[in-house]
């Protein structure tokens, strides 16, 4: 059987190849994802991962830890797979996923897990978000012991997390939850630990929203709110008895992808009709300018546009933000692109109708001209 990995067709750490990788990955999502959203919406934002940070010369994709992961956790190699909207390749790509799913064992008790339990797995956890390259925090120092606090992989992931929760505190922006998780904690265990910003080549952000809460006009969170922040960071300087942290310049980060998972917690509310509840996982990437990226082709089930992080609802919403660095430019506008690029729905109808006007009227104008060229012309005698 031919293989569908990527990098048995291209050489990512060759420019051309990387190129080529690099839209491969970033327009080419999986398709056919009804009952399995979860997985295709993890996929989907590994891919986005991937075009950022693992291709290229200076990739990660060499390195041996990537390598090992690949041998622990099937979603990582699958999110290398050459998707395509040809037959063939859709096809292939179904295959490859239906093994990834079986090989995985049913990781969360279910056929169809859901974008949040696979994320936020012990799988995901011990061998991606636990490495230093996606940690928020340099190993946590103890003020007490003076030492490295040890801390196992899932900790480590877990930790990494930033949350944004609106319905706990419904004024919170973005940037404040970021700010909050750096500085000095007080644990009852190890005392007072120092949570150190490094400088993660992937930030993600938990955001829980609840519009019976978040309901102030002037206070209700929109897109523009979520689409970069900067990270702090903290230079050590000498001084006569040692070294210091000191502030250092921060780092900006921008919106790489969002996921909206599925509405479980509007299960049995008293005021939803079950029937419109969301049951799904959806996913959209952007690129650096904060622009959605257009797929060239995308399935209704897991690239819907009917949603926005601005939703309001009755229940609680939860959305997981994905976030890499960037350099800004000179000219750039302070307020990017809106959420979707894409015209929130096709009407059949009504394209249908635009169709048949134009028709109409191009049949009349025909229907003039025949007329006109019927006439006898002006006589030369």
């Not at 390749?89 to 969360?108: C, H, K, N, P, W």
């Amino acid at each position: 059987m031919t293989s569908t990995d990527i990098r048995d067709h291209y050489d990512i750490q060759d420019s051309y190849g990387a190129k080529v990788a690099h839209k491969i990955l970033t327009v080419h999502p999986p398709q056919l994802c009804s009952g399995s959203t979860g997985i295709d919406s993890l996929t989907t934002v590994l891919r986005r991962v991937y075009a950022h940070a693992m291709i290229g010369p200076e990739g990660l994709a060499q390195t041996k830890w990537v390598k090992d992961a690949e041998q622990n956790n099937p979603i990582l190699a699958y999110a290398w797979t050459l998707m395509g909207n040809t037959e063939e390749d859709a096809t292939a790509a179904q295959l490859v996923r239906a093994r990834t799913i079986q090989s995985m064992g049913g990781i969360a008790g279910t056929d169809d897990p859901s974008f949040k339990e696979l994320c936020t797995s012990d799988m995901m956890n011990r061998t991606f978000w636990s490495q230093r390259h996606f940690c928020l925090c340099y190993p946590v120092y103890g003020w007490r012991t003076h030492n490295i606090l040890e801390q196992s992989p899932s900790v480590k992931a877990t930790e990494s997390i930033i949350m944004m929760d609106r319905i706990k505190s419904p004024e919170i922006t973005l940037q404040e939850a970021v700010d909050s998780k750096f500085g000095d904690f007080n644990n009852e265990h190890s005392g007072e630990l120092h949570y150190r910003p490094s400088q993660p080549l992937v930030v993600r952000v938990l955001l829980r929203t609840n519009g019976d809460v978040n309901n102030d006009p002037e206070n209700r969170l929109r897109f523009k709110d979520l689409q970069r922040f900067q990270m702090p960071q903290e230079d050590p300087k000498k001084v006569d008895k040692g070294w210091i942290l000191v502030e250092g310049k921060r780092l900006n980060y921008t919106i790489a992808a969002v996921v909206k998972m599925r509405e479980v917690e509007a299960k049995n509310h008293p005021n939803v009709n079950q029937n419109e509840v969301e049951t799904e996982d959806k996913v959209r990437t952007y690129g650096p300018s904060r622009n959605e990226i257009i797929p060239a082709y995308e399935d209704q089930h897991l690239m819907s546009t009917r949603w926005s992080v601005e939703d309001q609802r009755p229940y609680p919403m939860e959305y997981m933000l994905f976030y890499i660095p960037f350099k800004p430019e000179r000219k750039e506008k302070l307020e990017g692109p809106g959420e979707t690029g894409r015209a929130p729905e096709f009407n059949v109808k009504a394209w249908q109708g635009v169709q048949d006007l134009f028709g109409f009227a191009r049949r009349r104008r025909n229907a003039t001209k025949a007329e006109n060229d019927s006439q006898p012309g002006p006589s030369n005698e």
